[in-house]
C-alpha cells in the first residue's frame, strides 16, 4: 500500500512530464516547418519565408565612411529622414576646386531588395567615380522590398534629392561650399537606374526646389522589362513570366509590370517630353537580359521628340552590372572613363 501510494504518483507525474515533451517538441517542430516553408524564392538576392521572415544572401556588408588613401576621397554619412531610416553617404574628392563642382545624386542597384549606400562594391565604385570626376556625390540609402515595398524606393530618392537641394543652400557644408545645382546628376545602375529615370520624370512633372533642373541622367544598366517581348532575345515565355512574378514581389503587386515603372517603353510619346535633363546616358551590358528594354528605352527616347540629347554605350561580352565587380579591367575603365566624360562636358 505504501509503495503504490509512492509509485502512482511517480508514475503519473513521468507521463505528464513525457507528454508535455512530445507535446513541446511536435509544437517546436511545427515552428521550425513554418520558418523553412518558402513564399518566394528570389535567389541569389533572397529568400522569403511565410512566417515573413527574410533571409538576404547577399549585399548585407557594410562599410565604414572613411578617407581613402586609395583614391584620397573622403566620406561620411548623414541622415535624411529620421522617421524613414532614409539616409546617404557623401563623397569629397582630395582636392579643393575654386570653382563649384558637378553634384551627382547616385542610386545603388540590387533589384530593389539588396544592396545599401553603405556596402562595400558600392564604397569602392562612388570612390573611384568622385574622384575620377570630380564631383561632390550623394550616394542615397533607400529601403528595401518586401519589407518596404515599390513606391518605397521612389518616395525615399524623391526624398534625398529634395533633401540634396536645400543642402546645397547652406546646410550641408560640403554641398554648400562644393555643390554646383546647375551641374546637378542623376545616376544609377540596375534598380537604381529605373529610379533615376523615374526621378528624372517626376522632376520635369513637378519641377524641383528653387528651379534646379537636372543637367544629365545616367542610367547604368538600368533595371526595365516587361510584359511582351522586345525583340527576339527577349522572347523566352518562362523568362517573361518569371520576370512579371518578381516585379509583383517588389512591389506587392500594386503596380502590373506594364507599367511604366518597371517599362518605360509603354509611356506615350508626350510623356517622354517631361524628361527632366537636358541629357541621357544609357549603357547596356552585351550579355545582360535586361538589354532589349535597355536598347528599347532610348530608341523611345531618341524618338519621342524629347529635345534633349541622349547617348548609347554598349559593352560587348559582360553581364549586368559588371563593372561593379570588375571595377579594375579595361572594359569598366572604359565605361566609367565614358560616364566621366558624359558627367564634365561643357
Known amino acids: 500500500m505504501v509503495a503504490s501510494r509512492i509509485l502512482l504518483p511517480l508514475l503519473l507525474s513521468l507521463f505528464l512530464c513525457s507528454h508535455c515533451c512530445t507535446g513541446a517538441a511536435a509544437a517546436k517542430r511545427q515552428l521550425l516547418q513554418a520558418q523553412s516553408q518558402v513564399k518566394f524564392d528570389f535567389s541569389p538576392f533572397l529568400i522569403e519565408y511565410k512566417n515573413g521572415r527574410v533571409k538576404r544572401l547577399m549585399g548585407t556588408n557594410v562599410v565604414s565612411a572613411s578617407s581613402d588613401a586609395l583614391t584620397g576621397v573622403t566620406s561620411r554619412d548623414v541622415t535624411i529622414d529620421a522617421s524613414t531610416g532614409v539616409a546617404a ?32 562594391i558600392y564604397h569602392a565604385y562612388l570612390n573611384t567615380l568622385a574622384a575620377r570626376a570630380g564631383v561632390v556625390a550623394v550616394s542615397v540609402n533607400y529601403r528595401l522590398a518586401p519589407e518596404h515595398p515599390l513606391p518605397a524606393a521612389y518616395d525615399d530618392s524623391w526624398a534625398a534629392l529634395r533633401w540634396v537641394l536645400a543642402s546645397a543652400a547652406g546646410s550641408d557644408p560640403w554641398l554648400a561650399q562644393y555643390g554646383d545645382l546647375f551641374r546637378l546628376f ?6 537604381g537606374g529605373n529610379i533615376a529615370h523615374n526621378l528624372a520624370l517626376r522632376a520635369g512633372e513637378e519641377g524641383l526646389d528653387g528651379g534646379a533642373r537636372i543637367k544629365g541622367v545616367a542610367l547604368l544598366d538600368p533595371y ?12 523566352d515565355p518562362a ?11 517588389i512591389c506587392a503587386g500594386r503596380y502590373p509590370i506594364n507599367h511604366p515603372y518597371a517599362d518605360p517603353l509603354l509611356l506615350p510619346a508626350s510623356s517622354w ?26 530608341a523611345a527616347l531618341q524618338g519621342s521628340g524629347w529635345p534633349g540629347e541622349a547617348e ?13 565587380t570588375k571595377l ?18 561643357d
Not at 547596356?284 to 535586361?290: A, E, K, M, P, Y
Open 224 to 235: 526595365f522589362q516587361g510584359r511582351s517581348p522586345v525583340g527576339a532575345e527577349s522572347a
Open 89 to 120: 553617404r557623401l563623397y569629397l574628392p582630395s582636392f579643393r576646386a575654386s570653382a563649384r563642382v558637378p553634384v551627382l545624386v547616385y542610386f545603388h542597384g540590387g533589384a530593389f531588395v539588396v544592396e545599401s549606400a553603405f556596402t562595400p
Open 312 to 324: 548609347l554605350y554598349e559593352t560587348p561580352g559582360e553581364g549586368h552590372v559588371y563593372f561593379l
Open 328 to 345: 579594375g579591367s579595361p572594359q569598366a575603365l572604359a565605361e566609367m572613363a565614358k560616364l566621366v566624360a558624359f558627367i564634365n562636358r
Open 273 to 298: 517630353q517631361h524628361l527632366g535633363a537636358s541629357r541621357v546616358l544609357v549603357t547596356v551590358s552585351g550579355q545582360d537580359r535586361l538589354s532589349p528594354w535597355q536598347r528599347g528605352y532610348y
Open 186 to 191: 542623376l545616376a544609377g545602375d540596375s534598380a
Open 239 to 249: 523568362y517573361l513570366q518569371s520576370a512579371a512574378r518578381t516585379w509583383s514581389f
